[in-house]
C-alpha cells in the first residue's frame, strides 16, 4: 500500500519468482536500480534465485520483504519463517528495519544499505506487527537516495607479469551496455597487439575478438598472461585451454574469480573505466591482432542449427535478445563467431547464476522498462519452468518469444556422461511430448506454431511485427538437431 503512493511505474506479478526476474531484466536492460517487494514467508524465499543472478552479473537490485515480528517466528504463526538472512550469501548489503524505532535510525539502515546498491543486490527486511491494513498516508514525490551505478575513473597500474607478456590476452566477459561500448578500447589494445577474445554477450562485433569457445582454443601461439574484465562468460573450453596461464581479474568487487588456477592480481575498479586505461596504459606489441577464424559447414535440413542459423540472420538491426540458458546461449555463441548477427543488436542472458529460473520474466522486465524491440529466444522446458511469467496484472509489454521445442533437455544429448547412462531421457532431457501452447495463452500471449522450415519462414514476419506479447513455437527433432551440433564443423 505505502508503495502504491510513489510517483513510479510498477508492475503486480502473481508469483513472486517471476516478479524478482521482472526487477531484474529491468535492472539489467536500463543500468539503473529496480526494486522487487513482497510479502513475508515463502515469498520471500521465491526472490532466492533472481537474487544470486544479480549478485554474480552485478545488477542493482534491491529487494525489500515483509516480515513478522521476531517474537512470532518459530511460533506457530502463518508466512512467519526465519528470513533476516535467507540472501546473505548473494548480497553486497542488507538493512533490517524496526518499526518500533525512530524514523531517523532507520533512514540511516536504509542509506548504509543502499551504498551498496551499485555493485549488485540489496535486501532491506521489514517486520510489520499487526493491524495491517490501517490507512496509509500519501507520501511526498522524492528519490529513493539510490547512488549512481558508475564509479570514478581511478587511476589502473598494470602489473609486471602483464606489461612484460608477449602475447597478452584479453577476455571481455558479459558486458552490459549501460557500462559504456568497449569497442573503441578493444579496437586499440587490438592495434597494440594485444589477442581479444569474447562472446556475443561482450556487446562486441565478431570481427573484434577470437570467438571464445571455437577458436580461442584453437590458437597456435598461447597466451602467456590473461587479463579478464566484465562478468561471467560460457565457454567451457577456453577456460580449459587457459588453464595455469597468470590470470588478472579486474572487476568492482569480489568475487573476482581465479578461474585458470593461476591468479596472479586482482583489481577493484568500473568495468569500463578500467578498459579505457587499459587501452591507454598497455605498451605497444610491434604487432597487430588479426582474428582467426573457422568456418562451418552449411547446415542441411531441419535443426535447432538450422533455426537459430535463420533467426541470426533474420533478427532486424537495434533488437535486444535475450537467449535463455542451455542450448540456446550456445547457438548464439557460435553463430557470433560465424558472423551471423546484424551489428546493432544488443545480447542479453542470465549468465551469473545461468539458471533456468525466470529467462521469460527477465525478458518481460527488460522490455517492459525499456520498451524496446525485445526477442526471448528459450527452450520449451525453460518456458513451461516460468510459467508465471505473464500473469501479471497490468498488459504484457509486446515481447516475442521464440520457443524452441526439441521435446526435452537436448544440452544433455551433447555429453557423454548422460548419453552413456540408463537416464538419459527420464532424468536428464525429461523427454516428453508436451506443447506450450496451454501456457503461453494462460499468461496472456497470443499463440503461433511452425513444424519446419517452410512454415517458420511463413509466420516469422507475422510473429516479430505482432502488436501483442506472442510465443512462436518451432518444433524440431532431438536426434537431428544433435547430429547436426556436432557436425558442424565436419567430420
Known amino acids: 500500500m505505502a508503495f502504491q503512493e510513489l510517483p513510479l511505474r510498477s508492475q503486480v506479478v502473481l508469483d513472486e519468482r517471476s516478479a524478482a526476474h521482472w526487477a531484474l531484466g529491468a535492472a539489467i536492460a536500463t543500468g539503473t536500480p529496480a526494486f522487487a517487494v513482497c510479502t513475508s514467508g515463502t515469498a520471500a524465499l521465491n526472490y532466492g534465485p533472481a537474487v544470486a543472478e544479480a549478485f554474480y552479473q552485478q545488477v542493482p537490485l534491491l529487494?525489500?520483504?515483509?516480515?513478522?515480528?521476531?517474537?512470532?517466528?518459530?511460533?506457530?504463526?502463518?508466512?512467519?519463517?526465519?528470513?533476516?538472512?535467507?540472501?546473505?550469501?548473494?548480497l553486497v548489503g542488507k538493512g533490517l528495519l524496526d518499526c518500533e524505532a525512530p524514523l531517523e535510525w532507520n533512514a540511516a539502515v536504509i542509506d548504509q544499505a543502499l551504498e551498496a546498491l551499485k555493485y549488485g543486490p540489496v535486501h532491506l527486511n521489514v517486520p510489520l506487527a499487526e493491524p495491517l491494513y490501517e490507512a496509509v498516508a500519501p507520501l511526498a514525490a522524492g528519490s529513493l537516495g539510490v547512488q549512481s551505478s558508475t564509479v570514478e575513473p581511478m587511476p589502473l597500474e598494470i602489473p609486471d607479469f602483464v606489461?612484460?607478456?608477449?602475447?597478452?590476452?584479453?577476455?571481455?566477459?558479459?558486458?552490459?551496455?549501460?557500462?559504456?561500448?568497449?569497442?573503441?578500447?578493444v579496437r586499440e589494445l587490438a592495434r597494440k597487439g594485444w589477442m581479444i577474445a569474447a562472446e556475443p554477450l561482450s556487446q562486441l562485433p565478431h570481427d573484434a575478438a577470437e570467438h571464445l569457445e571455437d577458436t580461442l582454443p584453437m590458437l597456435r601461439a598461447e597466451p602467456d598472461a590473461v587479463v579478464t574484465l566484465g562478468g561471467p562468460w560460457v565457454a567451457k573450453k577456453a577456460k580449459a585451454a587457459?588453464?595455469?596461464?597468470?590470470?588478472?581479474?579486474?572487476?568492482?568487487?569480489?568475487?573476482?574469480?581465479?578461474?585458470?588456477?593461476?591468479?596472479?592480481?586482482?583489481?577493484h575498479a568500473e568495468h569500463f573505466a578500467a578498459l579505457t586505461a587499459l587501452a591507454e596504459l598497455a605498451p605497444a606489441l610491434g604487432q597487430v591482432f588479426t582474428q582467426n577464424q573457422i568456418t562451418a559447414k552449411e547446415v542441411v535440413g531441419w535443426s535447432d542449427l538450422k533455426l537459430h542459423s535463420t533467426i541470426a540472420k533474420a533478427i532486424p538491426a537495434g533488437w535486444d535478445v535475450h537467449w535463455a540458458n542451455s542450448t540456446p546461449v550456445r547457438y548464439a555463441n557460435f553463430l557470433w563467431g560465424q558472423g551471423r548477427f546484424s551489428r546493432g543488436i544488443r545480447h542479453f542472458s542470465n549468465r551469473g547464476a545461468s539458471g533456468i529460473d525466470?529467462?521469460?520474466?527477465?525478458?518481460l522486465g527488460a522490455m517492459w522498462a525499456t520498451q524496446r524491440p525485445t526477442l526471448l529466444v528459450t527452450g520449451e522446458l525453460g518456458f513451461l519452468y516460468d510459467g508465471g511469467a505473464g500473469i501479471a496484472y497490468e498488459a504484457l509489454p509486446a515481447l516475442k518469444v521464440l520457443v524452441v521445442?526439441?521435446?526435452?533437455?537436448?544440452?544433455?544429448?551433447?555429453?557423454?556422461?548422460?548419453?552413456?547412462?540408463?537416464?538419459?531421457?527420464?532424468?536428464?532431457?525429461?523427454?516428453?511430448?508436451r506443447s506450450v501452447r496451454s501456457s503461453a495463452e494462460n499468461q496472456g500471449f497470443t499463440y503461433r506454431s511452425a513444424r519446419?522450415?517452410?512454415?517458420?519462414?511463413?509466420?516469422?514476419?507475422?510473429?516479430?511485427?505482432?502488436?501483442?506479447?506472442?510465443?512462436?513455437?518451432?518444433?524440431?527433432?532431438?536426434?537431428?538437431?544433435e547430429t547436426a551440433w556436432k557436425g558442424r564443423f565436419g567430420a
Open 163 to 185: 606489461r612484460h607478456a608477449k602475447r597478452p590476452l584479453l577476455v571481455v566477459g558479459q558486458w552490459n551496455p549501460s557500462w559504456g561500448d568497449p569497442e573503441p578500447a
Open 452 to 481: 519446419d522450415e517452410a512454415e517458420f519462414r511463413r509466420d516469422w514476419e507475422a510473429f516479430v511485427n505482432d502488436s501483442a506479447a506472442t510465443v512462436l513455437e518451432v518444433y524440431t527433432d532431438p536426434d537431428a538437431s
Open 242 to 267: 587457459l588453464a595455469g596461464t597468470p590470470h588478472w581479474a579486474i572487476g568492482p568487487r569480489e568475487p573476482l574469480p581465479d578461474m585458470f588456477g593461476a591468479l596472479r592480481a586482482r583489481t
Open 63 to 90: 529487494v525489500i520483504t515483509a516480515d513478522r515480528p521476531a517474537a512470532l517466528i518459530d511460533n506457530g504463526h502463518g508466512q512467519s519463517i526465519r528470513q533476516t538472512r535467507i540472501f546473505d550469501d548473494h
Open 405 to 433: 521445442n526439441n521435446q526435452g533437455g537436448q544440452i544433455f544429448q551433447w555429453l557423454d556422461g548422460p548419453r552413456a547412462s540408463s537416464q538419459l531421457e527420464r532424468h536428464f532431457a525429461f523427454r516428453h511430448a
Open 358 to 363: 525466470g529467462m521469460t520474466s527477465t525478458a
